[in-house]
């Protein structure tokens, strides 16, 4: 009995913590809509990148993922970043921590580009 009872004051402030954190994390994503996003997205169908071009701040995780019923890679053109063969519904992120324009393409399908554009 007097265990159970220690147990409860030791869950109390996690469970405070975790509440405030839920809270404060909402507040933030809402507001990461609006100004400062921490990721991004971009969508592979129908052998195209959608957007084309993205820009995003620096510092930002861009996922990209194949909606495409065929494989496709997201090759830089500079090497900076290269997924492996991406099969359907199967993701890629990057995380961009400078500033610059980064064009890619895929490597199975040459003639699909497209761009992040990092500020
Ligand atoms: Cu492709």
Known sequence: MRRRVWNLVLAAPVLIAASLLATNS???STRAEQTQASSAEVKIDNFSFGPTTLTVAVGITV???NRDDIPHT???DDKVFKSKVLDTDEKFSFTFTKPGTYPYFCSVHPKMTGKVVVQ
Request: aromatic content about 22%; glycine content about 0%.
């Open 63 to 65: 996922t990209w993922t």
């Open 26 to 28: 909402r507040s933030f």
């Open 74 to 76: 997201v090759v830089s």
